[in-house]
């Protein structure tokens, strides 16, 4: 019995040497619309899916497929008697091979043009239907939703002259994930559409960006996937100019390098370890912000990745090339700093779309048995009204070095504590268990440069220890959110120092 295919793609990459060979195989050849067109153009003969079903294409496309001449063909399980009878008795023809993949819905709602009426008429019903039928039957019937795997196929039909029955599993399984996908899209569209904050069901759909060659540790698997629709001013987006491959703590850190500079205007440079910040200095150039990251903490910031959202030039990559860093992110090199960095051949460097704004997206944590989900931490300082408890009021001057130290002390884990001086972070106390520990490691990181500083806290003070120890290490100014029941312990302690206290009102835990 002759076998046919059924062909229908948005993706015509590859289609019509395919179609082709598929010929060459005696595989008759159905098609419908645009592909059907191209196949013809080429001089493949086609059957028009109206020959099929007995009825023309209708409704703008909408109903072309839908019929149980074509789906009986799929369905039919060839060693059930019941269904080849039916088969015969409804002279259905069989389909043995569908190549299908789907309207360009992500494309669609990519273009900032597009209205919400044409997402709508670009949410595929036939496709879908055609593929799910076909991967149902995937012991009789080949589903090929992935031009990736045409020549796989071929490959099989000259070797074997049919399909392998792992092959057809394992491109069932990945049409049953094309179109989870798919769906996931138009759900998470749909569902942003109109507002709706907590759906009773939550689909997320993410694509492979890269397999990677262990997580955390090398006895652990990973994989890196980025959203469909993910901001271009993310890591997933970004474009590697030199380097080895990334590694999955290399992403980590790169995104929460990113996270840092995202808050500042000014020319600011980030240098992370193992996600926490370990200095952070901003300056009128990347250069001088550079010189101040690292002066911020000469030990941490070895083997460390650095982030800055100003161009690198050659004045700031050749202090960047006189000690191992892991990677380097900006919004661009300059030729020369190109030229300097590359000499180090396995240092990452990275480029960034600074200028697309960041909104933030929906964070996904993975616990045993679910997930957590929250939005993004985009809280920004000018987002806040700060009030001022204390007897003695801030400078100008040291209102600018809280506002620096609170958009860092944001991005250290909980519990947090950052000192800074002259533009630059000089002690940070990260992931500690009581606000008090925090404090004496950033303190202790800072010795003499923490008289005359500022402290920022990421929560607030349960009680008036941390202002005593901040005191006693000549911290003049101390920015934390407020709240406690015990505030005014912390208010009469920063009066009895001569501290000046601000209130913003927030906090920023980070878990």
């Known amino acids: 019995m002759t076998k046919r295919a059924l062909i229908s793609v948005s993706d015509k990459a590859g289609i019509v040497p395919f179609t082709e060979q598929l010929a060459e195989q005696g595989v008759e050849i159905i098609s419908t619309g645009g592909t059907k067109r191209q196949l013809e153009e080429a001089g493949v003969p086609v059957i028009g899916i109206e020959e099929v079903t007995g009825f023309p294409e209708m409704m703008d496309g909408r109903v072309k497929t839908l019929h149980p001449a074509i789906h009986g063909g799929l369905l039919a399980v060839r060693d059930n008697k019941e269904h080849m009878s039916a088969v015969r008795s409804e002279e259905i023809g069989l389909i043995d091979f569908v190549i299908v993949n789907l309207y360009p819905f992500q494309q669609t709602i990519e273009d900032p043009a597009s209205t919400f009426q044409d997402a709508v008429e670009n949410i595929d019903i036939g496709g879908p239907s055609m593929i799910r039928s076909a991967a149902k039957n995937h012991k009789d019937v080949t589903i090929i939703v992935d031009s990736e795997d045409y020549q796989t196929v071929i490959e099989d039909l000259r070797m074997h002259g049919e399909v392998t029955d792992n092959r057809k599993q394992k491109l069932a399984a990945k049409a049953f994930r094309h179109t989870a996908a798919y769906d996931a899209l138009i759900a998470e569209y749909m569902t942003e559409h109109v507002g709706e904050g907590a759906p009773e069901k939550l689909t997320k759909t993410y694509n492979l960006k890269q397999t990677l060659r262990y ?170 009204e700060v009030t001022i408890p204390t007897d003695r009021k801030p400078s100008d001057r040291e209102l600018e070095q809280m506002e620096m130290a609170w958009k860092v002390v944001k991005h250290v884990k909980s519990n947090a504590i950052v000192l800074a001086k002259e533009d630059r972070t000089i002690g940070i106390g990260a992931g500690q268990m009581n606000r008090i520990g925090a404090a004496k490691i950033a303190i202790e990181q800072a010795g003499a440069k923490a008289e005359g500083s500022v402290m920022a806290s990421d929560a607030f003070f349960p009680m008036a220890d941390t202002v005593e120890a901040a005191a006693e290490a000549g911290v003049r100014c101390i920015i934390q959110p407020g709240g406690s029941k015990r505030d005014q312990e912390s208010i009469d302690k920063a009066n009895e120092h001569g501290i000046a206290m601000v209130f913003t009102g927030v906090r920023h835990f980070k878990h």
């Open 215 to 384: 997580g955390e540790n090398p006895h652990q698997m990973a994989s890196f996937y980025e959203k469909p629709l993910g901001s271009r001013a993310t890591i997933s987006k970004a474009e590697q100019l030199h380097g080895k491959e990334l590694s999955y703590n290399n992403i980590n850190d790169a995104d929460a390098a990113l996270a840092v500079i995202r808050d500042f205007n000014v020319p600011v440079v980030a240098a992370i370890k193992h996600m926490n910040p370990c200095g952070v200095g901003v300056g009128s150039d990347v250069a001088q912000a550079y010189e101040k990251a690292y002066e911020a903490d000469p030990m941490s910031i070895f083997g460390g990745i650095v982030a800055s959202n100003r161009e690198i030039d050659a004045e700031a990559a050749t202090m960047m090339k006189e000690i191992f860093l892991e990677i380097i992110i900006a919004p661009s090199f300059s030729e020369e700093a190109v030229k300097i960095l590359t000499q180090k051949k396995n240092l990452r460097l990275l480029t960034i779309n600074m200028k697309e704004y960041y909104a933030g997206e929906d964070r996904v944590t993975t616990v045993s048995g679910g997930a957590l989900i929250q939005e993004t931490d985009t809280l920004s300082y000018e987002d806040i």
